[in-house]
């Protein structure tokens, strides 16, 4: 008897172990499920998120300039994509889509078509279908040339005189075509007339056949190799092709000639921003500037290369001294708004926006834009949405406002018209993940959990690793009393988060 009872009393022993186990796994796993049932019976407000302000277009270009040149040097995918990363703040993917279709370079430049094939082979996502989209480039405006050199022609033959006055009077008429002619046949009667090759180069210039009109310059300095008006709208044609190294070494060349040649010293410093190198593009404007003080533009060209190295303030002074020079500047006060904003400074930049605005015409869409940006930040949103509707007006297919624009009305509550408005950006760009989980989020707020759970699932088709929206899709779930499902997103939710902590 007694030793039945020691064995009944070893297997309750066993059996209460055995159940003391259960009880602390069932407690662990009922703290896990509390956890998520407070998050479900109390969801938070599912989080706004935007994009940053979008920038002008030169600062686009001039970004991708500079990666272009460095791709062209040998950078790797894994350089790219860092890039990439470091100016995400600045730039997203979204926007740079955006942008490409009004990147301006030459048809004919081999360069730019090296560097974007091979951004195109390094497949970077984004960037590189962007490189894809731009083969083969676009052409840029042309720039009014230097004007030819109307000077003596005692020395030359009788014919060759008579064809390079009527040159001169046929250019100076708008006959730019008769003129290359007439200079052409006083070439032919004195084939070392520096003076009517140099003339040819310019009139090709303003024709847009730089490389034609580089063979002329190459002919002129032949024959007189201190000509440094030669080296100079060389350098130039070399620059419209964007043929940044070899105009810098045509631009030395025409300052080692007319070391005060203001006008070099400018076009080198334009030369060395696009390369990217803006430090010595500052001290290019700054040699302009010594010789010509009141030339505006380096002085907002320096304003530009500080902009681009961050510095902010300095930027400020000198977009500042391009306005005392010109006052009505409409770039200068467009960038002197867009440094006070990375400032901080808001109301300032509403200011240098409205003076953009002044004196550039109304249907200049991008000071409205960043004004509608500013107000954004200042909260401000009712006066925010009218300037983005003025951007609207002036083009109607920029996503980005109108992404901006939901943003605004969801702040103030006007959940319906936000979504109209992600209607709209989504129209111009189906797969801006952003703008569907915005959707989302007013859907959820006006208790739509259903539709919120379709805007926040096309944000996953386009971002699968979107932990929020997995989160706020849970939350929509539990609303519809959808609780297993509602744990599988919270899952998939925590997934995420834990491999990018």
């Not at 024709?207 to 000509?227: F, R, V």
């Not at 620059?239 to 070391?259: C, I, M, V, W």
């Not at 005060?260 to 400018?266: I, R, S, T, V, Y």
């Not at 303030?313 to 867009?338: C, E, I, M, T, V």
Request: net charge positive.
């Amino acid at each position: 008897m007694f030793n039945q009872l020691m064995r009944l009393v070893r297997r309750f022993r066993q059996w209460f172990k055995q159940l003391m186990h259960l009880v602390r796994r069932f407690l662990q796993w009922l703290t896990q499920v509390g956890n998520k049932l407070l998050n479900l019976l109390n969801p938070p407000p599912p989080p706004q998120r935007s994009n940053p302000p979008r920038l002008p277009d030169h600062e686009y270009e001039w970004l991708f300039r500079q990666l272009l040149t460095k791709v062209g040097q040998g950078w790797n995918r894994d350089q790219v994509m860092g890039w990439l990363r470091r100016n995400e703040h600045r730039v997203t993917e979204s926007q740079w889509r955006e942008w490409c279709p009004r990147f301006q370079h030459s048809a004919k430049d081999p360069e730019i078509s090296r560097q974007l094939s091979l951004l195109k082979k390094l497949n970077c996502g984004a960037i590189s279908e962007i490189a894809a989209y731009l083969l083969p480039p676009e052409t840029p405006p042309e720039a009014a040339p230097p004007n030819p050199a109307p000077t003596s022609t005692d020395s030359l033959p009788a014919d060759a005189k008579k064809w390079f006055n009527d040159g001169l009077q046929r250019y100076d008429n708008g006959d730019v075509r008769g003129a290359i002619s007439s200079w052409e046949k006083a070439i032919e009667f004195q084939p070392d007339d520096h003076k009517a090759w140099y003339n040819r180069g310019v009139a090709l210039s303003y024709s847009g056949e730089y490389k034609q009109a580089i063979s002329s310059y190459d002919q002129a300095l032949k024959y007189k190799p201190d000509l440094h008006k030669a080296w100079f709208s060389r350098g130039n044609a070399l620059y419209h092709l964007g043929k940044y190294e070899q105009a810098l070494s045509s631009y030395d060349q025409a300052l080692k000639y007319k070391p005060d040649l203001h006008k070099a010293w400018f076009n080198r410093g334009k030369a060395l921003s696009d390369l990217g190198e803006y430090k010595q593009a500052l001290s290019s404007y700054d040699e302009a500037l010594k010789y010509k003080p009141d030339f505006h533009e380096p002085w907002f060209s320096r304003g530009n290369a500080l902009y681009h190295l961050g510095e902010y303030k300095q930027a400020l002074s000198s977009y500042d001294q391009a306005l005392k020079y010109k006052p009505d500047l409409h770039k200068a006060w467009f960038s002197r708004g867009n440094a006070l904003y990375h400032l901080g400074e808001y109301k300032q930049a509403l200011s240098s926006y409205d003076q953009a605005l002044k004196y550039k015409k109304p249907d200049y869409h991008e000071p409205w834009f960043s004004r509608g940006n500013a107000l954004y930040h200042l909260g401000e949103y009712k006066q925010a949405i009218s300037s983005y509707d003025q951007a609207l007006t002036y083009k109607p297919d920029d996503h980005v406002a109108w992404f901006n624009r939901g943003n605004a009305l969801s702040y103030l509550g006007e959940y319906k018209q936000a979504i109209s408005s992600y209607d709209e950006a989504l129209k111009y760009k189906p797969d801006d993940h952003v703008a569907w989980y915005n959707r989302g989020n007013a859907l959820y707020h006006l208790g739509e959990y259903k539709q919120a759970i379709s805007s926040y699932d096309q944000a996953l088709k386009y971002k699968p690793d979107d932990h929020v929206a997995w989160y706020n899709r849970g939350n929509a779930l539990s609303d519809l009393g959808e609780y297993k499902q509602a744990i599988s997103s919270y899952d998939e939710a925590l997934n995420i988060n834990r491999m990018t902590m």
